[in-house]
């Protein structure tokens, strides 16, 4: 046995029986660390990894009936790791949520997290939120009801307190709001997409959440009609599977940077951005953009034409979050189809 050995187990022989000797504990209940970290372990409770559930959705004329569940689900975030996260409806980001300008949204949250509260922050209404953003508790459900009335591409995420560990452990996702009269650039558009950037921390560490660097940021895609690829935030599949274009085609992204913590530089290797609507809003439009800067919960419509086939790759021009997975690809063919092959990399 080595010396400091001995000496750890002297030190903790004379506290027992100095201890006992004062008749504060019996000897029966000093259990050594090797057996204490195996009882420990075993009371553990499991990990709870609840199925994702479809988000509901209903529309009669312009009332919206919405209804998605906060659960515990397990997430792929990288080749060898998977995150228990909390998120919307057992997806990371949460699913896609698209209404028009001038629709009424009916909520209902579904919190089946058996231990904690959770709630629905909607970037993209007008409400109190001492009233319409309130918590959720284990095992019941809110109801609530608010107005759509400004157009963009918006974040949404729990609300909780302490808030920035709701998002960070992935309770965020995005909601589109048409413009009721659309985008001037609406026929000119022949594939749209929609991209969403996060960041994963140390799972469930709010000191790393609060004070550290991510240690993966990532894109996923969301469906925006069925058929379309619908992932979680990862760092591979938006690279092995990329998106498809034609050449000659105009593409549209609708893009959200849900943070919590790292701004998005967004920009498209190979290609200006012909026309850019800031946070989604007609109003807002820019032409001939290298990158658009999205701060934490920003969004934006980014258009532009591929002329040439290829590979073109989609980054936030932070490049050390590109190390750590931020980029998708687009894949440009002559048919809009994928003959295979390595994609390109940043």
Not at 277 to 299: F, I, K, R, W
Request: hydrophobic share 40%; proline share 6%; charged share 20%.
């Amino acid at each position: 046995m080595k010396p400091f050995a001995k000496a750890t187990l002297a030190l903790s022989l004379t506290t027992v029986l100095l201890t006992t000797g004062c008749g504060g504990v019996n000897p029966t209940e000093v259990v050594a660390p090797k057996a204490q970290a195996a009882a420990d372990q075993q009371q553990a409770p499991e990990k709870i990894n609840q199925a994702p559930i479809p988000m509901k959705m209903d529309r009669k004329g312009t009332d919206v009936f919405i209804e998605m569940t906060a659960q515990i689900t397990n997430i792929q975030i990288d080749k060898n790791v998977t995150y228990n996260a909390w998120t919307f409806n057992g997806e990371a980001p949460g699913p896609l949520v698209v209404v028009n300008e001038g629709d009424t949204i009916h909520f209902n949250l579904k919190n089946m997290d058996p231990a904690v509260p959770h709630s629905m922050d909607f970037h993209a209404v007008h409400a109190a939120p001492s009233k319409k953003f309130i918590d959720v508790m284990p095992n019941e459900e809110g109801n609530f009801t608010y107005k759509a009335s400004n157009p963009g591409v918006f974040m949404y995420h729990c609300g909780t307190k302490p808030v920035l560990a709701h998002i960070a452990n992935g309770m965020h996702g995005v909601i589109i709001v048409k413009p009721k009269n659309g985008y001037p650039t609406d026929k000119q558009v022949d594939k749209e997409y929609v991209i969403i950037q996060n960041e994963w921390y140390r799972e469930k560490d709010l000191d790393d959440m609060t004070n550290g660097q991510p240690s993966q940021v990532v894109f996923s895609t969301k469906a925006l009609k069925e058929g379309m690829p619908n992932t979680n935030g990862d760092t591979f599949t938006l690279k092995e599977k990329p998106l498809l274009a034609k050449v000659g085609d105009t593409v549209r992204i609708y893009v959200n940077n849900v943070g919590p913590n790292r701004v998005s530089s967004f920009h498209v290797v190979g290609t200006v951005l012909d026309t850019v609507y800031l946070d989604g809003n007609p109003q807002n439009v820019l032409h001939g953009m290298q990158t658009v800067m999205l701060p934490a919960s920003g969004g934006a419509v980014v258009e532009f034409k591929v002329v040439e086939a290829g590979d073109y790759t989609i980054v936030t021009h932070q490049f050390n979050d590109v190390q750590k997975g931020a980029a998708a690809v687009l894949r440009v063919t002559e048919d809009g189809l994928d003959h295979g092959g390595k994609t390109m990399s940043h």
